[in-house]
């Protein structure tokens, strides 16, 4: 543990610039609850999932050129990760207290410039690349067109006091991450992303018995490289388009166990494999929005990850293991899953096509309604839940329907100190998600249809 005290973090979010005051302080706290109910799809296991958060946090400002800032998180579920709406959850109740985040930045007097050291949430947007804490150090730009950063960090970012029973892939590899975006035109963006991931304790002898909490189940080293173009068009008008067209390529290995379960606590490791990996991910989103006094959208969506062939030792796609897949849904503030609620999707050896619609009205009152099929890209391959889905040796994945409808109240009048806390104000949300298999496994387990429900307070 002491040793996470001492590495370096990264920060993604950089705080609005600076009033002339100086030895300035904020402080706040938000509370959040998540409720939902999860059926199986194959009417194995139904789960009542309750998960609640506290997150105070604390930001100082001794001059103008630094800031201080600590976040902390008090977490309570009935469930074991039961933050990843997945029926595949361990069944002891989770409680814990961490450190979110810690870190120090300096900012230089030219070409706002800005260099990070601490425990930092690293993120972009859709959360296909990363949406996880590092424990490193960053380097980051903001021009007027161009913004840029450099980062490296370990995953080991969690100062949390259940350490020993921890994820074992919280402290499983070492990042490099950069990120270069440049506005050609107005508000036309060009986005180009690298990652690199270096494994560590990541060897298991055959034959040798582990505890289950501390073996990582596919160790994956690898580099990543993306380019993205997103923007809108005409947005001072009643009516424009949106896109998001995004590509990324990926090469490394990965090694995959076979063990034999000795107890609810601990399996023996009986084989070893290793398979290269090497493909690539597309995706497509297209909207047109309306506005008048609300906004009205209707939009398309494709998504492709190439897959492989394991008996050949051949691997496809594989994401970053940073990343949760959650983004802003459909220019909306309602979060939810690039792949739906209820399949959660790996993004690997998949195709997806959608259509959607959502609707903001006044900024208070926002919903979304969303239908995707799903398809394996390789017939060979598995496709990756939170454990392996093999469809017998179907191509189709099925169907998913997902709706959802926000309140939210922000915060009126003058912002309070630094105000560096985040989120501001209270929102309420409600939705219902249901997959709809086509291929016949009892032996899988899959979320059939979610229920839920989310309440956010900050101040």
Same mark, same amino acid.
């Given at each position: 543990m002491h040793k996470a005290w001492l590495m370096a973090g990264m920060a993604i979010v950089v705080a609005p610039a600076w009033a002339e005051d100086v030895a300035m302080s904020d402080r706040g706290i938000s509370f959040q609850v998540k409720s939902w109910l999860i059926q199986d799809a194959f009417e194995q *296991? *139904? =789960?009542?999932? !309750?998960v609640g958060y506290i997150r105070p946090y604390y930001a100082w400002q001794p001059d103008a050129n630094d800031l201080f800032l600590i976040k902390g998180n008090l977490y309570s579920s009935n469930r074991q990760g039961a933050d990843d709406t997945s029926v595949n959850t361990r069944e002891e109740s989770r409680n814990?207290? =961490?450190?979110a985040e810690m870190w120090w930045r300096h900012t230089f007097n030219y070409d706002r410039q800005s260099i990070y050291i601490g425990i930092q949430r690293f993120e972009d947007y859709s959360g296909l690349w990363w949406d996880a804490p590092l424990t490193g150090a960053s380097y980051r730009f903001d021009g007027t067109l161009l913004k840029g950063y450099l980062a490296g960090g370990d995953r080991s970012s969690y100062l949390r006091t *259940?350490? *020993?029973v921890d994820d074992p892939e919280a402290s499983s590899a070492l990042y490099g991450l950069a990120q270069l975006s440049w506005q050609w035109r107005l508000d036309q963006f060009l986005i180009l992303r690298g990652a690199y991931r270096q494994d560590k304790d990541n060897e298991y002898e055959l034959g040798q018995t582990y505890e289950v909490a501390e073996m990582e189940a596919q160790p994956i080293e690898g580099t990543w490289a993306g380019l993205e173009f997103n923007g809108e068009r005409r947005r001072h008008e009643d009516r424009w388009p949106r896109y998001q067209i995004e590509g990324a390529w990926? %090469?490394? =290995? %990965? !090694?995959?166990?076979? $063990? $034999?379960t000795l107890s609810s606590d601990s399996v023996q490791v009986k084989t070893r494999n290793t398979l290269d990996l090497q493909g690539y991910m597309a995706r497509l989103n297209l909207e047109y929005v309306w506005q008048y006094d609300q906004r009205w959208v209707i939009g398309m969506e494709g998504l492709y990850a190439s897959g492989g062939d394991p008996l050949a030792k051949e691997g496809g796609f594989v994401q970053t293991g940073l990343n949760t897949n959650r983004n802003p849904l459909y220019t909306t503030s309602l979060a939810g899953s690039v792949t739906g609620e209820a399949l959660r999707m790996t993004i690997s050896n998949v195709q997806i096509v959608g259509l959607h619609a959502a609707i903001s009205y006044q900024n208070r009152h926002e919903g979304f309604i969303a239908v995707r099929q799903a398809w394996r890209a390789e017939e060979d391959d598995d496709v990756l839940l939170d454990s392996r889905l093999r469809p017998n040796g179907s191509t189709d994945l099925g169907t998913e329907v997902d709706i959802a409808y926000g309140w939210y109240m922000p915060v009126v009048g003058k912002q309070r100190g630094l105000n560096v806390g985040g989120f501001e104000g209270k929102q309420f949300m409600v939705y219902a998600s249901h997959f709809e298999p086509d291929f016949e496994d009892p032996g899988t387990r899959v979320s059939g249809t979610i229920v839920g429900a989310r309440f956010l307070w900050a101040f």
């Open positions: *296991d *139904d =789960e009542n999932f !309750v814990f207290a =961490e450190i *259940d350490w *020993d990926m %090469q490394g =290995e %990965q !090694v995959r166990y076979g $063990t $034999t």
